[in-house]
C-alpha cells in the first residue's frame, strides 16, 4: 500500500533493558540534542466512561490459552451459531478486553474447503455467554456444490497469469497451484478457484496478485494485490536510541520488541538480505550515503511502532505473539517505495529518487507495520471499499504513531508525507483534513467510490478521523493549519485523537471483517463507541455525526441545530428479484409540511445494488424515487439523499421500498432514517 510518508525518528521509553539490548546512539540526521525526543508515558486514551472495556494487555501466554481453548470448543461453537454439518470454524485472532469480554475472530471452511468471505467474530462474556456475532456475508454457503467444477485449473491458472501480466508481471505461470475455495465474498456463494501469480508491477514492487475464477464459467468474480505498497521519503529527527544485541558485534536486533530485526538488501530485490552489524554500535551519520543511515530510521520506526500498540492499545506485536516482522532496507536501484508483504512478515524500503531519499520515515514504517496488523485481524480485503478502509487504517496509526513519538524535530500531524516533497513543490502526498486537496483523493463516500485506486478510496475514512478527532473548521495543531469542511456543511466537534484512535483500533479488531465496507465500519465505530462511552454519549453522537460529514448515514437525532430524527433500523428481508419490501417510520410532532430539504438515510446491505429501486413514500402515498438500478456491480446503498417535500404533511406514516429488479443477488434494508431540519 502507498505507505504514508512523513517522517519521525523519535526516543522510546525505557531503552534498553533486556540484558541482550543495549542502549545506542544512532545519527539519523543531524545529531543535536534537542533531536531526541522523549517517550510519550503508557497513553490509554483519557477519561474513558467504561475502562472494562478497553482492551487487556496480554501476554503472549494467554493470548496462546486462549486461542487454544477457542479452537478446543469450535464444534460446540459452530453448533451455537447454527452452522451446517459440512462448515467448520477454525480460531485466527483471539481478543480480549479488560473486563473479560473476548472476541474471536474465525475462518470458516465448508465441505473441507476455505470459504473466502466467510469470516466472523463472537463476542462473549467472561461467562462464556455469546454476546454478538459479526459475520462478513449473511449468504447462505450451505448450497454450494464442492464437486460441480467444469473449468480446469490450467484454465484458471491461465487467466490469473493473464491478468499478471496486464499488471506489469512477466511470469509465465502460477506462484501457487490454483486451490479450491467457497467465494462468499460478494453475490451468491460459489464455488471458486483462488490463484496466486507472483511478478513485479510496474513500479518495481513484487506482486502477488490473487485471481478468483468461478470453476463452473470461468469468469473472473475478484482479483486482489496482496503487496501493499507505498510511496514517501526519509527524514531525520536527530540522535536517537535503539534497541541492538550483542556486544561486539552488535546487530540491529530487538530483542526486547520481538526480536526485530533490520536487513540490508543492498539494492537487490530479492532475499532477507544480511543482517546490519558493527562493531562500534553507532548506526549510520544522517546521510543517505551511509547505508545504515536507513537501516537505523527503519528499526527505529519499527520499535517506535511497537511500543504504541504494546502501550496504548495493549497489543503484544502485530500478531498479538510476542514475535516481530523484520525489517528490509535498500531495496531496487533508486526505487520510490515501501511496501508490506504477508508471506515473508515483512516491511521493504526503496532509497527513492536518486537512492538518495530512504523511504524509512517513522510513519512510513507505521503504516506498513500497520498494513500487518490489519492483515492479523480484520483482513480487509486490499480492493474494493474494504481496501480503502485498509489503507486509511494505516494512514490512521501512522499519523497516531507520529503524535506518540512527540518528535520536536517533526512534529505530530495529520499530513502524510508532508517532509518528502514527492511533488517537487513542498506540498503533501495526502491531507486528512481535506484529502481531495491532493487532487486524487475524495473528501466524501459516494456510490462509486470503491473502483477507485485504495489510495484515494481512503480519503473518506482519513477525514472521519480527522474530525472525529479535532472536528470541522479551522483548527491549529502543532503550528499546522487545517480547514476541515464537511459534506452537509454542519459542523462537527471532535472529541480527541486519543478517543478517535481507540474506537478505530477497536472496530478493526472486534468489529471489521474481511469485506467491510464505509457502511459497516460506521456500525462498527458506532458499536465500539456505545460499548466504551454508552448508548446516547457525547462520544457515539461524534462518531455518527463524523460519518455523516463524510456522507456516510446520517447525523444523529436531538443536537441543536441537527432537527428531528425519526428512524427505523429493523432488518428487512429484500426478495431476489421478488416483491416490492417496506420500511416504516411515524412522524409526529412536526408541524405543517415537511421541508424543501428533508434528509432521507438510506442504509441497505446488498450485493448487486444495480438490481435496486428504491423509494420514498409520503403519507398520502406520494412516491419520490432515490436510486433507480444505478451503480452497477456496486454493493450495499449507504447514502443520505435530500427531497424536496415541501408539498407533504410531515406527520405520519413516511416509507421506504425497495425492490429488487433482478436475480442472484440479495440483502437486507438495514436502516431508514428521516431528518426534518
Known amino acids: 500500500m502507498r505507505s504514508t510518508p512523513s517522517r519521525r525518528a523519535t526516543a522510546t521509553g525505557a531503552l534498553i533493558a533486556a540484558a541482550a539490548m543495549v542502549a ?117 454457503i450451505t ?72 470453476a463452473k464459467t470461468g469468469a473472473k468474480l475478484y482479483e486482489w494485490e496482496g503487496v501493499h505498497n507505498g510511496t514517501g521519503n526519509t527524514q531525520y529527527a536527530g540522535t536517537v536510541t535503539l534497541g541492538t544485541s550483542g556486544t561486539g558485534p552488535y546487530t540491529l536486533t530487538d530483542a526486547a520488541r520481538g526480536n526485530h530485526k533490520t536487513y540490508n538488501l543492498n539494492r537487490g530485490t530479492s532475499g532477507t538480505g544480511t543482517l546490519f552489524s558493527g562493531s ?63 508471506s515473508c512478515f515483512c516491511m521493504t524500503y526503496g532509497d527513492g529518487a536518486n537512492n538518495t531519499k530512504p523511504l524509512t520515515s517513522i510513519d512510513v514504517a507505521a503504516h506498513e507495520m500497520t498494513h500487518g ?31 506518540y513519538a512527540n518528535n520536536a524535530k517533526d512534529p505530530g500531524d495529520y499530513l502524510v508525507g508532508e517532509k518528502i516533497d514527492i511533488r517537487g513543490n513542498g506540498t503533501p502526498l495526502r491531507y486528512m483534513d481535506k484529502p ?44 499546522v493549519t487545517y480547514d476541515s469542511p464537511t459534506s452537509d456543511g454542519l459542523p462537527v466537534t471532535g472529541i480527541g485523537r486519543d478517543k478517535a484512535s481507540l474506537i478505530w483500533f477497536k472496530a478493526l479488531t ?53 432537527g428531528k430524527v425519526f428512524t427505523n433500523d429493523a432488518d428487512v428481508s429484500i426478495p431476489d428479484n421478488g416483491a416490492a ?4 417510520v411515524t412522524v409526529s410532532g412536526v408541524t405543517g409540511n415537511a421541508p424543501s430539504n428533508l434528509a432521507v438515510g438510506v442504509d441497505i446491505v446488498h450485493t448487486y445494488k444495480g438490481d435496486l429501486v428504491v423509494d420514498l413514500i409520503a403519507p398520502d402515498g406520494s412516491v419520490y424515487n432515490l436510486h433507480n438500478r444505478s451503480g452497477g456491480s456496486a454493493d450495499n446503498i449507504s447514502q443520505t439523499y435530500t427531497v424536496n417535500a415541501s408539498t407533504e404533511v410531515a406527520n405520519g406514516t413516511w416509507k421506504l421500498r425497495v425492490q429488487d429488479k433482478a436475480s442472484i443477488d440479495t440483502g437486507y434494508i438495514n436502516s431508514f432514517k428521516l431528518t426534518f431540519p
Open 436 to 479: 481531495s486537496k491532493d487532487g486524487s483523493s475524495k473528501d466524501a463516500w459516494y456510490s462509486g467510490i470503491g473502483s477507485i485506486d485504495v489510495h484515494y478510496s481512503s480519503g473518506p475514512a482519513n477525514h472521519w478521523y480527522y474530525l472525529l478527532s479535532e472536528g470541522s473548521g479551522v483548527k491549529t495543531v502543532n503550528g
Open 143 to 214: 448450497r454450494v456444490d464442492t464437486t460441480a467444477a467444469t473449468i480446469a485449473p490450467a484454465a484458471a491458472e491461465k487467466q490469473a497469469v493473464g491478468l499478471a501480466k496486464a499488471e506489469g508481471s512477466k511470469e509465465t505461470k502460477a506462484e501457487r497451484a490454483p486451490r479450491k475455495v467457497v467465494w462468499a465474498a460478494q453475490g451468491t456463494p460459489v464455488l471458486a478457484y483462488e490463484t496466486v501469480v507472483a511478478g513485479i508491477q510496474h513500479d518495481g514492487t513484487p506482486s502477488e496478485l490473487h485471481v478468483v475464477t468461478d
Open 581 to 584: 419490501v417496506t420500511s416504516s
Open 24 to 140: 545506542v546512539t544512532v545519527q539519523t540526521g543531524t545529531a543535536t540534542a534537542d533531536g531526541a525526543s522523549t517517550v510519550a508515558p503508557k497513553a490509554q486514551a483519557a477519561a474513558q466512561a467504561n475502562p472494562g472495556k478497553l482492551p487487556a494487555d496480554l501476554s503472549p501466554a494467554q493470548r496462546t490459552a486462549l486461542i487454544r481453548a477457542a479452537q478446543a470448543d469450535t464444534a460446540a461453537t459452530a453448533k451455537r451459531l447454527g452452522l451446517g454439518a459440512q462448515e467448520k470454524l477454525v480460531v485466527r485472532d483471539v481478543v480480549q478486553d479488560r473486563d473479560g469480554t473476548t472476541h474471536t475472530r474465525y475462518e470458516r471452511t465448508f465441505a473441507g474447503l476455505p470459504v473466502l468471505g466467510g469470516d466472523l467474530i463472537v463476542a462473549e462474556t467472561r461467562a462464556g455467554a455469546t454476546t454478538s456475532v459479526t459475520k462478513a456475508t449473511r449468504a447462505d
Open 373 to 403: 496488523l490489519t492483515s492479523n485481524t480484520a483482513g480487509l480485503v486490499y480492493s474494493g471499499e474494504s481496501g480503502g478502509l485498509n489503507e486509511a487504517t494505516s494512514d490512521i496509526f501512522a499519523a497516531a504513531v507520529e503524535f
Open 280 to 342: 562500534d554500535d553507532v548506526w549510520g551519520d544522517g546521510t543517505p550515503q551511509n547505508l545504515e543511515t536507513a537501516g537505523a530510521d527503519a528499526h527505529y520506526g519499527a520499535a517506535l511502532t511497537w511500543d504504541y500498540y504494546k502501550n496504548v492499545h495493549g497489543r503484544n506485536g502485530i500478531r498479538g505473539d510476542g514475535v516481530a516482522p523484520y525489517s528490509r532496507v535498500h531495496y531496487g536501484n533508486a526505487y520510490v517505495n515501501a511496501f508490506w508483504s504477508d
Open 510 to 562: 472486534t468489529k471489521f471483517s474481511s469485506n467491510t465496507n464505509y457502511a459497516g465500519a460506521r456500525t462498527g465505530t458506532v458499536a465500539v463507541a456505545t460499548e466504551l462511552y454508552g448508548a446516547g454519549s457525547a462520544e457515539v453522537k461524534a462518531v455518527e455525526h463524523a460519518w455523516a460529514a463524510v456522507n456516510v448515514g446520517s447525523r444523529p437525532g436531538g443536537d441543536p441545530g441537527t
